[in-house]
Nanobody, 125 residues
Framework: QVQLVESGGGFVQAGGSLRPSCAASGRTFSIYTMGWFRQAPGKAREFVAAISWSGGRTSYANSVKGRFTISRDNAKNTVALQMNSLKPEDTAVYYC??????????????????WGQGTQVTVSS
């Protein structure tokens, strides 16, 4: 059974940093793109960042580019999102996900078939 478990969210003041991570099990994750998405209250889920199976390719939403960094450790089946210079508008539940096609890079939410339960990130002004 595939499981994705996020941790490392929390409460931080504007300008601060957080590093949520996601532990994966039940699949050979080293051949799949991994992504982070977020959903704020009353808003649709949106793409944040993605990293290819080898870690050699990444993509970021314009709103987080230059502030967030996605990374993965295939030996440990983990993916992390280093979030710096956080803003109140970054407040959301953050989800990690894995796509359903091996060796295919994508940022489209519909291409991701397994999702974690989410971790709350709250940034105060």
């Amino acid at each position: 059974q595939v499981q994705l478990v996020e941790s490392g969210g929390g409460f931080v003041q504007a300008g601060g940093s957080l590093r949520p991570s996601c532990a994966a099990s039940g699949r050979t994750f080293s051949i799949y793109t991994m992504g982070w998405f977020r959903q704020a209250p009353g808003k649709a889920r949106e793409f944040v960042a993605a990293i290819s199976w080898s870690g050699g390719r990444t993509s970021y939403a314009n709103s987080v580019k230059g502030r967030f960094t996605i990374s993965r450790d295939n030996a440990k089946n983990t993916v992390a999102l280093q979030m710096n210079s956080l803003k109140p508008e970054d407040t959301a539940v953050y989800y990690c996900a894995t796509n359903h096609t091996p060796f295919r890079f994508t940022v489209v939410p519909g291409d991701f078939d397994y999702w974690g339960q989410g971790t709350q990130v709250t940034v105060s002004s």
